[in-house]
């Protein structure tokens, strides 16, 4: 060596092994979640203030897999049992992941235990100070509250149940997701439009907040042209997935209201 000190290969080997310990054997994180994702499921909780100042709790449980919202609750009181509930609801028929992700927080106790090991449910719990650990779950709630709840004043429980019953229908059946490609959770088979098809449909979701657009020959119900637009004839809705369903016939006097597709040129 340059200060004439001649060391052999091994000697070098020794203490270079003790400056640089070898890595721990076994998937890293990311590793496991990449071979594992069908089969894992992540929850959490999404902290929601109302028009009054009132706190509500929105929580969901998601496949890792597909992107899919697997289930979701809404409460302002979320205790052990009522968090065990939601996973009993979301299992149902013996349709249980081999892992469940969660954070460490109080809300999950010996109920939610129970619940999970009875359902032979492996939980995972995410390790202090990393907030990657869960970050497709992470990442939806921020999605929820930049695409929905900051545009809207939820007024109490009940109508945070209803915007986000329709924006998971919206997010499972209509929006596509980057970290599967583009695809939606909902459908997996892209709908390619063909040349004959010249028209598209535009779906409003949440009053109009966001749109799913669909090919006009996808949607097997009779289109009442009005002026420059679209909407469906009498007697029929547009259901939460991509199809339009035959209403039940209404009554005179109900408080129902049609709701309206607009066709854009393509």
Known sequence: MKLGIQVS??????????????????????????????????????????????????????????????????????????????????????LTPRFLI???????????????????????????????????????LESV??????????????????????????SNQARPHQGIAQKIPGRFVSEAVGLQQRRIIAIPILNGLHHDYRCAGRIRCPLKKIGRGFRLAQGWRSGPGARATRAQPLPVNADHKLRAVRAIPF
């Open 9 to 94: 290969r091994s000697t070098v080997q020794k203490y270079v092994r003790l400056a640089r310990p070898h890595p721990a054997h076994g998937q890293n994180w990311s590793v496991f979640l990449g071979n594992h994702a069908q089969i894992v499921w992540a929850c959490d909780f999404l902290p929601v203030i109302d028009l009054l100042f009132r706190q509500i709790y929105a929580f969901f449980i998601i496949q890792l897999g597909s992107r899919r919202v697997v289930h979701f609750g809404v409460t302002s009181h979320p205790t052990d049992a009522w968090v065990a509930q939601q996973l009993r609801e979301a299992t149902p028929f013996g």
């Open 102 to 140: 969660r954070d460490r927080d109080s809300k999950y106790g010996d109920d939610f235990a129970r619940v999970a090991k009875a359902s032979s449910i492996e939980v995972l719990k995410t390790p202090y100070r990393a907030p990657m650990a869960n970050a497709i779950c992470e990442r939806f």
């Open 145 to 170: 509250r930049r695409e929905c709840l900051d545009h809207l004043l939820i007024v109490g429980e009940r109508h945070l149940q209803h915007v986000v019953r329709e924006y998971v229908q919206y």
